[in-house]
């Protein structure tokens, strides 16, 4: 028996909704049954690495943007998403983020040979993605099987349906990801996303208090910038990447719009330095705080 304040624990009850949405993506029908999902739920004080990352990524950008012929700076409009995470942490009520990881979309063993992927059959297929894994460093992204990357987009479906399910508000960051990936979360997969839940209010990404991030000419700008063809003829936020041909667009790209950019000059050196060092410090607190949580697990077990 007691007396509790209902919005605080309507606001906790997000960690049990996280799981909720894990146990429906892990659920969810699969066309393959061969996609294996790594998953992570981040709540409270460790999503704060995360949106301080992210609002270093675009003070930087902000500051070595280049400008537009009517003197607005370039790629300067605050991410909404971004802005709302820093907004309801301040307020009390982070989000809860969910991590969804996989390495199985770039390799088949299906051998279907439905050539939807590009390439005759799941031999060639695994072939060339093999040849991308050596010669290319860094994060595999492709090429994918197109089944399996289905599985995995059904299974994101099904976590953002089982949040909806308890009326909690629900977004996939892409952007906030990739931040997260700079500080080490799934980087060890080649495919990944993050699903925010929350906070308990009413459209939390698409309200008046969601949208005071940017004024009326910044929300134009970025709305321009991220979809032009309501305003010309191709797709994309500025300098698209065309895929022309299965084997070639990655390492001859090719672009509907190109906008040359001159060499990186000594100040965005200097920044993009202090920017690896700032990631570079909060990416070891997440590290510490791992440790941290892993050694607590350990000593109750």
């Given at each position: 028996?007691g ?29 393959t049954?061969?996609?294996e999902?790594?998953?992570?739920i ?29 003197g607005?700076?370039v ?17 009390g ?23 939807a ?18 010669t ?5 992204v492709?090429?994918t099987?197109?089944?399996k ?16 399910q ?19 979360y ?12 929350g ?9 008046r ?16 910038r ?27 790209p ?5 906008v ?24 070891a607190?997440?590290a510490?705080?791992?440790?941290e ?9």
């Amino acid at each position: 028996m007691g007396i509790y304040d209902g919005n605080k624990l309507a606001n906790e009850n997000l960690y049990e909704v996280a799981k909720l949405c894990v146990m429906a993506a892990l659920k969810a029908p699969q066309v393959t049954g061969k996609v294996e999902l790594k998953t992570e739920i981040i709540t409270g004080e460790d999503t704060l690495p995360i949106i301080e990352a992210r609002e270093k990524v675009m003070e930087s950008r902000a500051r070595l943007a280049p400008r537009l012929p009517g003197g607005t700076p370039v790629r300067t409009v605050r991410r909404r998403s971004s802005y709302n995470l820093r907004v309801n942490y301040d307020a009390g009520t982070p989000s809860v983020l969910i991590f969804f990881g996989t390495n199985s979309l770039i390799r088949s063993e299906l051998n279907w040979n439905c050539g939807a992927c590009g390439f005759q059959g799941c031999r060639e297929f695994n072939k060339y993605s093999l040849h991308i894994k050596k010669t290319i460093p860094g994060r595999q992204v492709g090429p994918t099987c197109v089944w399996k990357h289905l599985d995995f987009n059904a299974a994101l479906g099904w976590a953002c349906a089982a949040a909806w399910q308890y009326n909690v508000d629900n977004r996939l960051l892409g952007f906030e990801m990739g931040t997260a990936r700079m500080l080490g979360y799934m980087e060890d997969y080649s495919h990944s996303e993050l699903l925010a839940l929350g906070p308990c209010a009413d459209l939390v990404w698409w309200n008046r208090r969601g949208m005071a991030g940017q004024t009326e000419e910044e929300y134009m700008e970025r709305a321009w910038r991220a979809m032009p063809q309501f305003w010309n003829t191709f797709i994309g936020a500025g300098d698209p990447l065309t895929r022309y041909d299965v084997k070639e667009f990655l390492f001859k790209p090719k672009r509907l719009v190109r906008v040359e950019a001159p060499p990186p000059s000594p100040e965005m050196v200097e920044a993009q330095q202090a920017l690896e060092k700032e990631i570079a410090r909060i990416r070891a607190r997440v590290a510490a705080r791992r440790r941290e949580l892993k050694a607590t697990k350990k000593s109750r077990s």
